[in-house]
């Protein structure tokens, strides 16, 4: 069964650190991995995918990367801003198992920007 | 348009009440999901449609009712639910594509059973 753990589960920063996001799975045998936004009571906001046969995805201050066969992916944000406060959430599409074609997420990494 | 649209916003049901939760999508996909997520956990699978017809039931209890009338429509219907059942459900939404699957979600509708 998959398992997807994130870490830490809460990051408080300075407005303009960079900092990073962990996230590890325990099966290796995914089609993508997909990194969410969530902020309080409010739906999710998909902010990069990374297809299984990719190393990284960019967009904006965001930098994701996937080592597929060691089962990791971080997500790297630049120049934090109080904006970015939210709860961030990694998630794998599964390729195998009893999970197939199901979306496995970690419980998430509680991020505040203070100014 | 990458939007997923979900109706009511807020829902408050007694235990006895008939209630229904409507999502709609747009951009052509045929796959549609519905997630539960209680306070500070991630989202949980409920119910997942392809090409209008249930592919994946979570052993879900009786009392939510899918439905998928159309390719842009899903509906969860609501019946006899107990206050364990208010959460936050989010309507979710994908190509049937093993190079994609990218999901789409709604803002979702809070629910609270009284």
């Known amino acids: 069964k998959q398992e997807v753990t994130q870490i830490p589960a809460a990051l408080s920063v300075p407005e303009g650190e960079n900092l990073v996001l962990n996230c590890s799975f325990t099966?290796?045998?995914?089609?993508?991995l997909q990194w969410f936004r969530q902020d309080p009571g409010k739906g999710l906001t998909s902010l990069l995918l990374i297809q299984s046969s990719q190393r990284e995805q960019t967009s904006g201050r965001l930098n994701a990367s996937l080592d597929k066969s060691s089962g990791r992916s971080t997500l790297y944000i630049a120049a934090s801003q109080p904006g970015d406060s939210a709860t961030y959430l990694c998630?794998?599409?599964?390729?195998?198992?009893?999970?197939?074609?199901?979306?496995?997420f970690g419980q998430g990494t509680i991020l505040t920007v203070h100014p | 348009d990458t939007e997923v649209t979900q109706t009511p916003k807020h829902l408050v049901m007694g235990m006895t009440n008939k209630k229904s939760l409507k999502c709609e999508q747009h951009m052509g996909h045929r796959a549609m999901y519905w997630y539960k997520q209680k306070a500070k956990k991630p989202p949980e699978l409920m119910f997942v449609y392809s090409y209008e017809k249930l592919s994946i039931n979570e052993s879900v209890p009786s009392r939510f009712s899918p439905e998928c009338p159309n390719s842009s429509l899903l509906n969860l219907h609501l019946h006899a639910l107990q206050p364990e059942d208010s959460a936050l459900y989010l309507c979710?939404?994908?190509?049937?594509?093993?190079?994609?699957?990218?999901?789409?979600f709604g803002p979702g509708t809070r629910l609270t059973v009284t």
């Open positions: 998630a794998v599409l599964n390729a195998g198992g009893t999970s197939y074609g199901k979306l496995t």
């Open positions: 979710a939404s994908s190509q049937v594509s093993q190079s994609s699957y990218e999901q789409y």
């Open positions: 099966d290796s045998a995914i089609y993508n």
